[in-house]
């Protein structure tokens, strides 16, 4: 069963810096492509950042680019952003995501979300 577990989220200040995890199982975390996403209040979910499979290529959406950092540690079945230089905007439920191929074809996994609040 796949299963994706998010944590570190929380309360931090404008300009403050956060940590999260995404902890993996029941798939081969080394072979999938992952994900951050975020949907803040009224608004639609946003793709935060990409990273391959080996971890070698990233993509960050403008929005955080140079701010935040998407990595992974495929011994850990752990993928991480660091978010630095927080701002209220980035205020939102942080999702992990997951491409998960199997026999029949590629499927998608959603963690639970973890909240993730600036203040100004």
């Known amino acids: 069963q796949v299963r994706l577990v998010e944590s570190g989220g929380g309360l931090v200040q404008f300009g403050g810096s956060l940590r999260l995890s995404c902890a993996a199982s029941?798939?081969?975390?080394?072979?999938?492509?992952m994900r951050w996403y975020r949907q803040a209040p009224g608004k639609e979910r946003e793709l935060v950042a990409t990273i391959t499979s080996t971890g070698g290529a990233t993509i960050h959406a403008d929005s955080v680019k140079g701010r935040f950092t998407i990595s992974r540690d495929n011994a850990k079945s752990t993928m991480y952003l660091q978010m630095n230089s927080l701002k209220p905007e980035d205020t939102a439920v942080y999702y992990c995501?997951?491409?998960?191929?199997?026999?029949?074809?590629?499927?998608?996994?959603w963690g639970q979300g973890t909240q993730v609040t600036v203040s100004s």
């Open positions: 029941g798939f081969t975390f080394s072979r999938s492509v």
């Open positions: 995501f997951a491409v998960v191929w199997s026999m029949t074809g590629p499927s998608d996994y």
